[in-house]
């Protein structure tokens, strides 16, 4: 099957983050008042929306289990290029943003926000550096990679697709749906085997967890390596694939998950007076350099 397609369909969306304003309808801040939420109605609109819906589309369509191990082949050899953490924050920050400017902010302060979210309530400080780090596995986009192999809901490949996973249907155009090897409930999985043994659906959450995996605490491996698997974190519709210490370590990757969501001010941090403190949690933890 040919799997790159045209431009426009590897990437119908304007801003690689268009298809979280469809993470916060489906899952809406219980802390806001009704006034923010016809507000943020307003701003979403219908046709961004459109653009989300055929990106998950081809997303599900191409994210196969053999897709996956292609991907691992090629991306988890690290020899696309060597960068400091602050390296790998301004290359990410490259990339454009084609929507309103007024509204969407530049990758590093979505960073920024969540880190400082975290802060602000008090959390480790390897907390708060997961949060300052958690989505730079999106430089894959730099990388020519399609928005569809980069962002979106993650989910475990070689088995069953859950229909707790956002638009269920457009699982049918997946070759492995229909493939009895992988599309029953445990696939090439036995009962609680790990998530550590289940593949997911390729992304930056799962790249950068391998590039992470020697320097951070565990809680923050699996904030960074399951942010986006929704069916799980929010659905509990894989716990059947878990072991009893991924159900413990999942309540980190709940606790996280408000802060991705939730954190996003109209007010952009100051990241020059916030550099310091930041330079500092970062030499603490990684090393002058890292291999993407
Ligand atoms: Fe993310
Ligand atoms: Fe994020």
């Known amino acids: 099957m040919k799997k790159t397609l045209n431009n426009a369909q590897d990437n119908p969306m304007d801003n690689i983050d268009d298809w979280e304003d469809n993470l916060l309808e489906r899952y809406p801040d219980p802390e806001e008042t009704t006034k923010e939420k016809e507000e943020f ?10 653009t989300v819906k055929e990106f998950y589309k081809v997303n599900h369509q191409f994210q196969t289990y053999d897709f996956v191990v292609e991907k691992e082949k090629e991306f988890l050899q690290f020899n696309k290029r060597e960068m400091s953490i602050w390296e790998a924050v301004d290359f990410l920050n490259t990339l454009v943003d084609d929507s ?32 300052f780090i958690h989505d730079l596995g999106k430089i894959l986009c730099l990388f020519g990679e ?43 999985y036995e009962p609680n085997c790990g998530l550590d043994k289940v593949k ?45 210490k991924d159900i413990e370590m999942f309540e980190w990757v709940k606790k996280f998950n408000p802060y991705d969501l ?31």
Request: charged share 25%; glycine share 4%.
């Open 200 to 244: 997911m659906s390729w992304g930056h959450d799962e790249y950068l967890y391998q590039i992470m995996k020697d320097y951070l605490p565990e809680p923050a491996l699996y904030m960074i390596r399951y942010h986006s698997f929704y069916s799980q974190h929010r659905e509990n519709d894989y716990t059947h694939l878990m072991t009893a």
């Open 100 to 131: 309103d400017p007024d509204i969407d902010l530049d990758q590093l302060q979505h960073l920024l926000q969540t880190s400082e979210a975290i802060r602000a309530d008090g959390h480790p400080d390897w907390f708060v550096l997961t949060g």
């Open 262 to 292: 939730y954190s996003k001010a109209p007010v952009p941090p100051n990241a020059e007076e916030l550099l310091p403190y930041y330079k500092e949690l970062v030499t603490k933890y990684l090393p002058e350099k890292l291999n993407f």
């Open 41 to 50: 109605r307003n701003y979403v609109d219908s046709e961004r929306l459109d």
């Open 146 to 188: 399609p928005q569809w192999a980069v962002v979106g809901d993650t989910f475990p490949v070689g088995c069953a697709y859950s229909d707790k996973i956002v638009y269920p249907e457009f699982f049918k155009a997946n070759p492995d749906a229909t493939n009895e090897k992988y599309n029953t409930k445990y696939g090439v």
